[in-house]
């Protein structure tokens, strides 16, 4: 059992369990006497464990910060009790069920997975039963965590093939629709530029037609991958779908993306597509892009609309060509 145990409480519980908790296996014990310090140490270094002495008043809502934080809702929230005994009319007398079972309930509320009620370590009733069953504890815990970290890896993974286009393995439309406003939403609140650029293979369906879709998927791959191999660190490209591609050109106003419409145009035009030993495809693509102005709406349809709009020109005016929003071409012509 190797793990790393973050204790919260005075200096007398940490002490005391300290030496406990690294007898029982390979953990690695650190410990802070507030909550509040302990939400730092969980944030520059996370533990699997966290044991927190019961009678401070902020246990709770420590295990609700833990849960209400993705990167660490898998801590496994522990608070233990070392008081055997309630004071009443000056004489001590032992805890009652009912007692116990309230603070157990209170606890699991306040969002821990388990309370613990334990002879304090220093005492003559603490022995190989209260060890046992700290270490059980431990053990259950560290299961717990292990389950909660596979699950989010797998769900990570799951995600990240739901945003990848299996073919050209682009991000695809699903990852666009996503990243399209938080951009548009960064761009503006850096008072940057944001260009996005619409390409589309021509007369893709010809190809298909003469050699096969298996040819067609092939050219599609290939040039994503051109795609992919001619933009810049901070673009951002996708399969948009069928042979339809976008880009979004990060920090790019609209003279720029221009440019990088028909150096991409040309990359595509002037070299042929080996798609095997035998055949070799010239391929052309048709350019639309337009550029965020500020009546732009935040999730960036309107953007996208016009970029789709000027492809549509593009087409229109005889393919293998980068058509922009007017005012940039009067500009170019000038």
């Not at 293998?320 to 005012?327: F, H, L, S, W």
Request: charged residues 20%; glycine residues 4%.
């Amino acid at each position: 059992m190797s793990a790393s145990v973050l204790l919260v409480g005075k200096d007398n519980f940490t002490d005391s369990f300290k030496p406990q908790l690294s007898a029982i296996a390979e953990l690695t014990v650190t410990s802070v006497m507030t909550p509040e310090l302990a939400q730092a140490a969980l944030q520059a270094q996370s533990s699997e464990i966290v044991l927190m002495e019961a009678n401070h008043p902020d246990n709770g809502p420590l295990c609700q910060w833990i849960r209400q934080n993705r990167q660490l809702a898998w801590v496994y929230c522990i608070i233990l009790s070392t008081d055997e005994a309630v004071n009443k009319s000056d004489e001590l007398v032992p805890h009652q069920p009912r007692e116990l079972n309230q603070q157990w309930a209170e606890a699991l509320e306040a969002g821990a997975d388990a309370y613990l009620q334990l002879s304090h370590p220093q005492s003559a009733d603490w022995g190989i039963a209260q060890a046992n069953l700290l270490r059980a504890q431990l053990r259950a815990g560290l299961r717990r965590v292990k389950v909660a970290r596979d699950l989010t890896r797998a769900n990570e993974l799951l995600s990240a093939i739901a945003l990848v286009d299996p073919l050209t393995q682009l991000s695809n439309r699903r990852a666009f629709d996503w990243e399209l406003p938080r951009l548009v939403k960064a761009t503006r609140s850096h008072h940057s530029n944001l260009s996005l650029m619409m390409v589309d293979i021509d007369y893709f369906k010809v190809v298909n037609d003469t050699y096969g879709h298996l040819v067609g998927d092939r050219a599609l791959h290939l040039v994503a991958d051109r795609l992919r191999h001619n933009t810049r660190f901070s673009d951002t490209p996708f399969r948009y779908g069928g042979e339809e591609f976008v880009v979004l050109l990060s920090h790019t106003n609209a003279a720029e993306a221009l440019a990088i419409g028909k150096r991409f145009c040309q990359l595509i035009g002037n070299q042929p597509f080996q798609i095997n030993d035998t055949l070799s495809l010239d391929l052309t693509v048709s350019i639309g892009i337009a550029s965020l102005e500020p009546e732009d709406d935040p999730k960036g349809l309107s953007l996208l609309d016009r970029a789709d709009h000027n492809l549509l020109r593009a087409k229109e005016h005889g393919r293998n060509q980068v058509v922009t929003d007017p005012a940039v071409e009067e500009a170019e012509l000038s």
